[in-house]
């Protein structure tokens, strides 16, 4: 099939209204604030070195921190100001998504402003800054009819620079529930969808191309003196803000929404999930892309309204349990603590997505090896790669535990490549996932746990308090309990994973309903 | 006989740090006077005129502008009613001619109509053509016409008196010359009251009616030309020599049968 014929570009674009109506917004809110703070600033400070060494110096620092991590530390910042204002004022506010979004990328935007703003007033001729004085000014008057005039060409430049940032960066806040053109990049990388990385890189180049040279017509205008120049650009950028955010303005409320964290399997559960209420007559949307510690903190805020999580996973980040339990024992505890949040564990899908440790099979065969006890003896000159997260959770120290398990080497690595990696021998072991398809693909064995050290993973379904009485939504949605099994699940998983027009989420969840709706 | 005092420095001294870059100056500018200060690079003449109108503040002394003391008066107030001309032009690179020219009245509040008037009759006074000149950036201009424009925009606000720091200085002698006469005219008939900085003896002789001699910050001497050159003091007679010279190679060079 050729390039350009294939469906998913249309599916791409069907998006891009929504995803580029909110990557703008977010970007337009975050530099609107972030100028508001900054030029204030730059002009509090020009005329006093230590405040402007400081400030600088900490608008450098923010700017070392790399944007995902930026994004992802104002969550959990603004979670606490939110349970705070709660406590103090009785008033609470989402800590998801827009927030979080707009308040990190502003502080991301705010050298290039100062920086600027401060250069452009401190190198103006002191001759004119004299005459303005000589001539009548006030201060204030030789700020605004002097000063800032002069400086202006130069700030404009920053702007242009943290423009360009802002709208490069926002794509990163994806995962703290933000949509923006990074749903494309995260979505793709994901589910190996390259014709969306292809999109989501495209799209948003081009905008802060477009953006970049808007303003750079206005810089130009303003050095050159030019009201041409300076009102041609910003028509420019007005006709842009409006024809990216008209489309998205009047749309009327989501009705349900599905969350995702950032792998396949969630996205397809997702698009399943949304077609089952929209198959019931429910309006629904699914906001994909979460980061895992955001996505639970969301249902619990209500911003979504149900998605699949995985009952060791919740044991242990949320709940904060490190002893392991039976299956159902688990399951039972699991269900009567999150009631006390108001969250209603509608049941489990019937499959279960552990960590286990992975290798060829036709080297666990060489080795003898089918469980982990078999493993540890060979350890010490085997090396393990996991997820970001594996090596620090509890499992591993129990695995560790359980089995005396000392690795020579121990990596971490973006779950995608981890298969492909043992697979062609780069590392020994791989901690997978029990449902992920790559294990068939790749023909790789997942090593029996006889200790039980690794706990259960059930996939369970997860409702907002808001939902907890909504018996339309679970009669919707009742169907699916038990239904998927893991040999169908890793089938879907190995779809979604492939690079074709059939491995999009959409199609795979549709493919998934063929195949369990009959059950 | 000068009868009130425009300008008067009473004991005045200005240092910056360590340096008496103004050392204890008693200086009057009768009204209607047309002062000359001259003196070498860093000799003081431009602090001691930033301290008439306040851009800088004196240690000590005390200085007058029409009989008050300028401590009393607010300092913007008292630079809107005192011309100044910058020695580098000093126009915001910004604004038009028009809007350079009538900034202060401006800043007074005066209504823009009124400003546009005051604008033309300044650039006619100026000899500046009125359509070709007044929407220019100053960029665009002469240094001569940026100069002109600079007199303009001192004038604007109907000063009764004009300070003006090296106001020529940068100019080509032919511009500087003509520039100088019609300077000199328009005070005359304004009834201006003008404190003139320059390095060059000629021209303070030629357009002033007194000479203050300024050297490391003190008064040397002030006087008009003629009693200068009867100063026992070898600086200023020092100064005196070149436009002597000057004038004395000029008879020489140029017979006095082409003026018949
Ligand atoms: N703002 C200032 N800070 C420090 N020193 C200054 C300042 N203004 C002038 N000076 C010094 O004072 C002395 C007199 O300066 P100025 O009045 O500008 O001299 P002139 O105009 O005769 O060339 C010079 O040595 C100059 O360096
Ligand atoms: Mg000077």
């Known amino acids: 099939m050729s390039l350009s014929a294939d469906p998913r570009w249309g599916e791409a674009l069907s998006h891009l209204s929504d995803y580029l109506g909110n990557h703008v917004r977010v970007s337009l809110a975050a530099l609107a604030l972030g100028l508001a703070i900054s030029l204030p600033l730059a002009i509090l400070t020009r005329n006093r070195p230590a405040p402007r060494a400081i400030l600088l110096a900490l608008a450098s620092i923010v700017q070392t921190v790399p944007g995902l991590a930026l994004l992802a530390l104002f969550y959990p910042l603004l979670l ?46 002191p001759a004119l800054i004299e005459a303005a004085k000589g001539v009548g000014m006030t201060a204030r008057q030789s700020l605004i009819m002097v000063e800032l005039p002069l400086a202006l060409p130069v700030m404009m430049a920053g702007i242009r620079t943290a423009a360009v940032w802002v709208i490069g960066t926002a794509t990163l806040s994806t995962p703290i529930g933000q949509t923006s053109l990074g749903n494309y990049i995260f979505a793709g990388l994901q589910t190996q969808n390259w014709v969306f990385v292809l999109f989501g890189c495209f799209a948003s180049a081009l905008l802060a191309l477009a953006v970049d040279q808007l303003l750079g017509l206005i810089e130009s205008g303003l050095r050159h003196r030019s009201r041409l120049r300076t009102g041609l650009g910003g028509i420019g950028i007005a006709a842009l803000v409006a024809a990216t955010l008209v489309p998205t303005m009047g749309r009327s409320s989501q009705g349900y929404v599905v969350g995702a964290k950032t792998f396949a399997e969630q996205y397809v559960l997702s698009a399943l999930l949304r077609d089952r209420l929209q198959a019931a007559g429910l309006s629904a949307t699914a906001r994909s892309g979460l980061g895992s510690s955001v996505i639970f903190e969301a249902l619990k805020a209500g911003d979504i ?15 904060h349990r490190t002893d392991i339990k039976p299956r159902a024992e688990l399951l039972a505890d699991l269900k009567t603590a999150l009631a006390k949040d108001k969250i209603t564990l509608l049941g489990e899908l019937g499959f279960e997505n552990a960590y286990a440790l992975v ?4 080297r666990a065969e060489a080795l003898g090896v089918r469980t982990i006890a078999d493993l540890a003896a060979h350890a010490s000159t085997l090396s393990i790669a996991g997820d970001y997260e594996f090596f620090s959770r509890p499992e591993w120290a129990a695995l560790q535990k359980a089995y005396g398990l000392q690795f020579r080497a121990q990596r971490q690595m973006q779950p995608d490549f981890m298969y492909a990696a043992v697979a062609t021998g780069e590392v020994d072991v791989i901690a997978g996932y029990t449902s992920d398809g790559l294990i068939a693909k790749y023909d790789l064995t997942a090593l029996e746990d006889p200790k039980h050290a ?19 939504l679970q009669a919707a949605l009742k169907p699916l309990l038990g239904k998927i099994d893991i040999a169908t699940m890793r089938e879907a998983n190995l779809r979604a994973s492939g690079n074709d027009a059939n491995s999009s989420p959409d199609a795979v969840a549709k493919w998934l309903w063929e195949k369990v709706g009959r059950r | ?15 910056f740090g360590r340096l008496k870059a103004v050392d ?8 209607g006077e047309f002062l000359a200060i001259v003196g ?79 604008v033309d009759e300044l650039l006619d006074l100026v000899q500046l053509d009125r359509a070709e000149h007044r929407d220019r950036l100053p960029e665009a201009l002469s240094g001569g016409q940026r100069q002109r424009v600079g007199v303009a925009r001192a004038l604007a606000a109907k000063p009764r008196i004009v300070l003006m720091d090296e106001p020529f200085g940068a100019l080509d002698p032919l511009t500087r010359d003509a520039l100088g006469d019609d300077y000199r005219s328009l005070h005359r008939s304004l009834g201006l009251t003008t404190v003139m900085i320059t390095h060059d003896m000629t021209e303070a002789i030629l357009l002033a009616d007194r000479i203050a001699v300024m050297r490391g910050g003190k008064l040397l001497a002030q006087g008009t030309p003629a009693e200068l050159s009867n100063s026992g003091d070898a600086y200023v007679l020092e100064l005196l020599r070149t436009p002597r010279r000057q004038v004395e190679r000029l008879n020489a060079l140029l017979p006095a049968s082409g003026a018949a």
């Not at chain 2, 038009?96 to 109509?113: H, M, Q, R, W, Y």
């Open chain 1, 80 to 125: 606490l100001a939110a349970s705070v204002t709660l406590a103090w004022f009785g008033v609470s506010f989402s800590a998801f998504g827009f927030l979080p979004a707009m308040l990190a990328l502003a502080l991301y935007s705010m050298l290039p402003v100062l920086r600027n703003g401060i250069t452009g007033l401190n190198g103006i001729d």
């Open chain 1, 305 to 319: 309204d149900l998605y699949v999580d995985y009952s060791g996973t919740l044991w242990a980040n949320q709940l």
């Open chain 1, 359 to 362: 290798i060829p099979k036709k």
């Open chain 1, 454 to 472: 690794i706990p259960p993973y059930d996939a369970v379904l997860l409702l907002a308090p808001k939902r907890a009485g909504d018996e339309k």
């Open chain 2, 1 to 15: 006989m000068p009868s009130k005092l425009a300008i008067s420095y009473q004991q005045v001294t200005k240092s």
């Open chain 2, 24 to 31: 204890d100056v008693s200086l009057d500018v009768a009204e």
């Open chain 2, 40 to 118: 070498g690079s860093g000799s003081g003449k431009t602090t001691l005129l930033r301290l008439a109108n306040r851009l800088i503040e004196a240690d000590a002394g005390t200085i007058t502008v029409a009989g008050e003391d300028v401590r009393n008066v607010d300092p913007v107030a008292l630079r809107r009613r005192i011309g100044y001309v910058f020695q580098s032009g000093g126009l915001f690179p910004h604004l038009s001619v028009a809007d350079n020219i009538g900034i202060t009245p401006k800043l007074l509040g005066e209504p823009p109509a009124a400003i546009a008037t005051r």
